[in-house]
């Protein structure tokens, strides 16, 4: 039970820090280094949720 919690406390964590990082790409000018920066950490950190999102809920073996 406390990996599916961990893992549920894992997942708001990425989505509160997505949210934010996404308000932040979104003041600054497309083509800087600093916006495809900010891009590509949007893009790994929404790859880890959709790969905690796709995980089974309980850790093997289950």
Not at 20 to 38: F, K, Y
């Amino acid at each position: 039970m406390s990996w599916s919690r961990s893992r549920d406390a894992r997942l708001a964590e990425l989505r509160q820090l997505l949210h934010e990082r996404s308000a932040t790409l979104a003041n600054l000018t497309p083509g800087t280094t600093a916006h495809t920066g900010l891009q590509n950490e949007c893009d790994a950190i929404y790859a880890e949720i959709k790969k905690l999102e796709n995980s089974a809920s309980c850790s093997p073996p289950c």
